[in-house]
């Protein structure tokens, strides 16, 4: 079968491999649709993302196609998505409600973890069904469900964060993660809801999705305008950084009331400079937030079926595997601009 490998950056090689088999206790989906991550765009890109080789892809969705024998979860023919969460269930992480930090998470996950068999492929063998495969409700379409690693981001970093409904809240980035922490936001009651983005087509989209308001984080004016609004508690209660740029980690700062909480979502190769002495008297409380876990996939399927999550605004171009190396270079070079391209190993089925 077809599927992409990944050797180091900018050197990904379309390849044969053999079909893989479900062997006791493990399945085989048929893949409709794999979105190229941003994870996989850094990883193309730039060093240090992934020192290791594997077949990409962590984020897909398809048909069961083959289950070995013991297997209860799943049965042929149902519709999935396949990808993280790779928690070992074991660690203590895994043993304390934190299964999104399990320290053998990332060798356990398909299309992250050293030489895994991800999803740019037309198959994929999924090891732990009951952890990485979700039914999809009926309702909900293939294009809607293959979204969850990215609704799944921003969903998890509201449900850690403080916010608790009537707080202001910032969005600073309003990339795909970004529209996911506001639409996540919006849902849990803020009173101010305020987005940035230097660019207007992503601060339209940032309206579009449930923000009150979407500034541009360069402009002094704008800046003095969400203080304004956020000038009952001096700032916002929380602030979402989702761009993973040092001056958006700036913005969220600059906003945020004292004894506020910054929340990370965003993930950047750059160094980023904190003065202590400047900051510590305003108590912030720094956080990061990474991933997701497998019971807010399912909480954000029934939402999406419910009618309560919509999907239209993340924009998607479908395209097949053998595209997928032009596809990393254009997301990576900026020229497409898009929620998520979806690639289709098997055509459309
Ligand atoms: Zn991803
Ligand atoms: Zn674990």
Same mark, same amino acid.
């Given at each position: 079968m077809k599927a992409v490998k990944y050797h180091g950056p900018r050197n990904v090689e379309f390849i044969d491999i053999p079909k893989p088999q479900a062997g006791p206790g493990q399945v085989v989906v048929k893949i409709a649709y794999c979105g190229i991550c941003g994870t996989d765009v850094h990883a193309y890109s730039m060093e240090g993302i992934f020192n290791w080789e594997l077949v990409l892809g962590h984020e897909a969705v398809g048909y069961v196609d083959e289950i070995g024998e013991g297997v209860t979860c799943v049965k042929v023919g149902d519709r999935v998505a396949v990808g %993280?969460?790779?928690?070992?269930?074991?660690c203590y992480s895994c043993n304390s409600g934190k299964p999104n930090t399990c320290i053998n998470g990332f060798p356990n996950t398909?299309?992250?973890? %050293?030489n895994t068999q991800g999803a740019y492929a037309e198959y994929v063998l999924s090891k732990f069904p009951q952890n990485e495969l979700f039914i999809i409700p009926d309702n909900v379409s293939f294009e809607q469900a293959v979204l969850f690693d990215v609704l799944a981001v921003g969903f998890h970093a509201v449900r850690r964060s403080d916010m608790k409904v009537g707080d202001s809240v910032v969005v600073s980035g309003c990339g795909s993660i970004g529209l996911s922490a506001i639409q996540a936001a919006k849902m849990a009651g803020p009173t101010y809801l305020i987005a940035f983005d230097p660019l207007e087509s992503k601060r339209k989209l940032a309206l579009e999705v449930g923000a009150d308001y979407a500034f541009d984080p360069s402009n002094e004016n704008d800046i003095a305008k969400a203080k304004e609004l956020l000038s009952q508690a001096n700032g916002a209660q929380v602030c979402f950084e989702a761009a993973g740029h040092p001056s958006s980690i700036d913005t969220c700062i600059n906003l945020c009331m004292p004894s506020g909480q910054v929340m990370l979502i965003g993930n950047d190769g750059r160094p980023y400079q904190l003065v202590t002495a400047a900051l510590?008297?305003?108590?912030y409380d720094l956080k990061f937030t990474f991933t997701y876990t497998k019971e807010e996939i399912t909480m954000l399927f029934a939402l999406i079926s419910m009618g309560k999550?919509?999907?239209?605004?993340?924009s998607i171009l479908k395209a097949p595997l053998d595209d997928a190396i032009n596809k990393l270079e254009e997301l990576a070079t900026g020229k497409l601009e898009l929620a998520r391209v979806l690639l289709m190993p098997n055509g459309n089925i």
């Open positions: %993280p969460p790779g928690d070992c269930g074991k398909i299309g992250i973890g %050293p510590g008297h305003y108590q999550l919509d999907t239209k605004p993340y």
